[in-house]
């Protein structure tokens, strides 16, 4: 049996063949590959409403997907690498590229169809109005 000589560059070629494969899943129109990795959130209910803010610096409007499916918000999309790294020599490489997504289960009393999405220096707000207590509870008149 030969030996394999395990080396950290190894695992980089691992990763860097998964980033590539999510990369062209993206390219072609597919948002359902693996996520690399995922932006932080900030989960805020005011009287009205409910936030998602997600910081997202470096990510195109573009590469962005806002959806509500069932009782989930998905947010998906890509942080794309457009260094040219010929001649380069990078000794520290912290911030993360490739598919992103989060998924956060709608609580109860949401108003799905009024979900709005804006996306502004960076940082990508959802706002999840909430239904009104005239539209959670009805009283049917009797005739």
Do not use: N
Not at 67 to 85: A, H, M, P, S, T
Not at 101 to 128: C, I, W
């Amino acid at each position: 049996m030969a030996k394999l000589h395990w080396t950290p560059w190894m695992a980089l070629a691992e990763i860097e063949g998964r980033t590539e494969c999510g990369l062209d899943q993206i390219a072609q129109g597919s948002r359902d590959c693996a996520p690399v990795w995922q932006p932080a959130a900030d989960l805020v209910e005011t009287e009205d409403a409910f936030r998602v803010t997600l910081e997202l610096p470096g990510v195109a409007r573009e590469d962005v997907a806002v959806e509500v499916r069932g009782r989930e918000l998905i947010i998906q999309g890509l942080r794309r690498f457009e260094k040219d790294c010929r001649g380069e020599v990078y000794h520290a490489l912290e911030r993360s590229y490739g598919p992103f997504a989060r998924v956060f289960e709608l609580p109860q009393g949401v108003s799905r169809a009024d979900v709005t999405a804006v996306m502004k220096d960076g940082l990508l707000d959802v706002r999840l109005p909430k239904l009104g207590p005239e539209r959670l509870r009805r009283r049917i008149p009797i005739s």
